[in-house]
């Protein structure tokens, strides 16, 4: 399984942006995907979780700003992302777990302006 993350960007805060993952490969579909972000000097973070059947988990940082999304006929995942904070600014990732193995993108700069 390939993962690739695109719509980073810089915006100002307030603003909003929209993520998606685009996977190629077998299995995506029927695993949890989850987006993380991880800033300079800090730990990889977990924004967002999506199961197969759209149970969802936010982390409180994002809960009523990020939603996550998914299309599994297009095996993608989309976080959809409002009220940006500079706070907010970071490299995120999209990961997913298939058969323990653990699986993730390049990632995708966000930068947001104050």
């Known amino acids: 399984v390939q993962l690739v993350e695109s719509g980073g960007g810089l915006v100002q805060a307030g603003g909003s942006l929209r993520l998606s993952c685009a996977a190629s490969g077998t299995g995506f579909g029927f695993n949890a995907v989850d987006w993380y972000r991880e800033a300079p000097g800090k730990r990889r973070e977990l924004l967002a979780s999506?199961?197969?059947?759209?149970?969802?988990y936010y982390a409180d940082s994002v809960k009523g700003r990020f939603t996550i999304s998914r299309d599994n006929a297009k095996n993608t995942v989309n976080l959809q992302m409002n009220r940006l904070e500079p706070g907010d600014a970071a490299v995120y990732f999209c990961?997913?777990?298939?058969?323990?193995?653990?699986?993730w993108g390049q990632g995708t700069q966000v930068t947001v302006s104050s």
């Open positions: 999506i199961t197969f059947d759209n149970n969802m």
């Open positions: 990961h997913t777990k298939i058969n323990w193995y653990d699986f």
